[in-house]
């Protein structure tokens, strides 16, 4: 078998089965000080039951970079046989991921679009219905989001959390996150001077008007119907003191797994081949 397809059918059941095995883990009870404090635990528990599947992937780049090709053993049927289901995940993945990306959007009355350079769409109508300080409101909570490129960051925890069904548990980590992620652009949208019952009338505004979003692909105002009541109390309370601006961009957990990857990369290319022969070998 040829070195590059060997890879892909091991990265594909090792990296899969991990990827399963540390789904199930429950979501926790998100507590913390602050919104955009809230937002980014909530983020990182997305992502880390990821984790040790990437280290696998990692370590199987590098023992594909010192191994010849072809792969000189013959890779047994059962090992194959085994990669079906996991490549059935990842096929319903990627065809879900390239779905919310080609979808008709319904009018999203005011929503952040576009994955690598965000923009903004606002309705005409609903403008119409809003005074000059909600207009404010609403753009300034969109340009948050436009800010942190939250379409493609909602559109990546969408497809992380595919990856890992059926387990309930990776669903309410995202939906965690997605309130979270709101009331955290509430609250940077109130650090920049916006009064919060504006900003509560036009997103009450804004879910009267819009149809369903698809909240794979867009960071819409209103949201999903069930968080807006959160969100309105939020609003209607004095803003918490000592509030800050969330940084614009956040590379603590990337900095702090690079090194981790690294090492897999290099344990990969020295101790990989005895770990792939001697899987082989129970395969067969």
């Not at 090709?69 to 490549?87: G, H, N, Q, R, Y």
């Not at 800010?147 to 559109?155: F, K, M, S, V």
Request: with cysteine; net charge positive; charged share 20%.
């Amino acid at each position: 078998m040829e070195r590059e397809c060997c890879l892909t059918m091991l990265v594909t059941l090792i990296g899969g089965a991990a990827l399963l095995a540390c789904g199930w883990w429950p979501a926790a009870h998100l507590e913390a000080r602050g919104a955009c404090r809230a937002e980014k635990i909530a983020w990182r528990r997305i992502w880390l039951p990821a984790v040790p599947a990437l280290a696998i992937a990692a370590a199987l780049c590098g023992w594909a970079l010192v191994e010849p090709d072809p792969v000189p053993e013959k890779v047994p049927w059962s090992l194959a046989l085994m990669t079906i289901p996991f490549a059935l995940l990842f096929a319903r993945t990627a065809i879900r991921g390239a779905a919310a990306l080609l979808a008709i959007q319904n009018d999203p009355a005011i929503a952040t679009v576009g994955l690598l350079r965000p923009w903004i769409v606002f309705s005409p109508n609903l403008a119409k219905s809003l005074s000059d300080r909600q207009i404010e409101a609403a753009l300034e909570h969109e340009r948050a989001h436009a800010r942190h490129r939250d379409p493609l960051r909602i559109w990546l925890a969408q497809s992380v959390t595919d990856s890992q069904w059926p387990w309930p548990q990776a669903r309410e980590r995202l939906d965690a996150w997605l309130t979270a992620l709101e009331l955290a652009r509430d609250e940077e949208t109130r650090t920049e001077g916006v009064d919060g019952a504006d900003l509560a009338e036009a997103i009450l505004a804004s879910a009267r008007f819009a149809g369903r979003t698809n909240l794979a692909t867009q960071a819409a105002l209103a949201g999903e119907p069930s968080r807006l009541k959160e969100r309105i109390r939020r609003l209607l309370e004095p803003p918490p003191s000592g509030s800050q601006k969330s940084a614009r961009s956040s590379y603590g957990l990337l900095l702090l797994l690079a090194p981790a990857f690294a090492l897999a990369l290099a344990s990969g290319a020295i101790f990989g081949e005895r770990l792939v022969r001697t899987l082989f070998w129970i395969a067969a």
